[in-house]
């Protein structure tokens, strides 16, 4: 549970997703029960599904490598993908600057 910003309630974290209308742009959101605030988790264009499945790969290798490769071949690729993680969460916050008053309309 969560508490919403909002009306101070109490939030089960069940992510919804929507398209934008009119956009290529799906949204992830939880949403208040009592005062229906939405809460963006995560914005996705065509980019970001494409990273977010690489990011789904990495991990699989990551999880075969792990305990089977050379211990500093699995910390590099950790390292990697720490540094992949991040730049699709700068590539997030590129997305909700760039959509700003979309996603305002939308909320």
Known sequence: MIEC?????????KVKEERIPGTELDVQYIQCEECKKKYIVLLKDGKTKGMLLRARNMQAKYKRM???????EVETYRKHMENYRRTIQR???????NNKNLIKDYL
């Open 5 to 13: 910003n909002n009306c101070k309630a109490q939030v089960n974290p």
């Open 91 to 97: 590539y997030q916050m590129q997305l909700r600057n």
């Open 66 to 72: 792990y305990g089977k490769e050379n211990v500093t």
